[in-house]
């Protein structure tokens, strides 16, 4: 599979803002899949370690709803990390990318909309396996 640590990307969550505080909205021209499972990490420890895999199809938008944390990402040439900080700004991660996330700040939540519902076959849980299928 082609895709490269450059396909993924920061995209902004349009915010309704007053004085009454912010309301940030994921609608359908957001993102650019339709969202079958919403799931979030909470009470992570901060020295917690996440991910370690990668998804053969599915696609998955992060969102650091509260707090911080480092998104670590590979294709198998390149890397990028990424600090998600921002509630109103997301990580699209499209299929084919191997991820790590750490860095959990104390009471950061990750929420995650993913295009698939939840299923083991769609992982790619080791590394050497990761590189045979970035090969194919
Ligand atoms: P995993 O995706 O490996 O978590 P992370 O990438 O955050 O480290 O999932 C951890 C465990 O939770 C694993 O046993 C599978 C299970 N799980 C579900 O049952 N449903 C889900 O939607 C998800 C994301 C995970």
Redesign the pocket.
């Known amino acids: 599979m082609k895709t490269s640590v450059n396909d993924v990307k920061i995209i902004e969550v349009p915010t309704v803002s007053d004085t009454r505080g912010k309301l940030a909205v994921v609608e359908k021209d957001c993102i650019p899949f339709a969202v079958k499972?919403v799931?979030y990490?909470y009470d992570v420890p901060s020295d917690s370690?996440?991910?370690?895999?990668a998804h053969k199809n599915l696609y998955q938008f992060l969102i650091p709803l509260s707090g911080s944390f480092e998104v670590h990402l590979k294709d198998g040439e390149n890397e990028r990390k990424i600090t998600l900080n921002k509630p109103n700004k997301g990580l699209l991660i499209v299929p084919g990318i191997w991820?790590e996330?750490d860095n959990f700040s104390s009471g950061s939540v990750?929420l995650?909309l993913?295009s698939n519902?939840?299923d083991?076959s769609d992982?790619i849980?080791a590394y050497k396996d990761f590189e045979l299928f970035k090969r194919t």
Do not use: W
């Open positions: 499972r799931y990490l370690y996440r991910g370690g895999h991820r996330i990750c995650v993913a519902e939840y083991e992982y849980r």
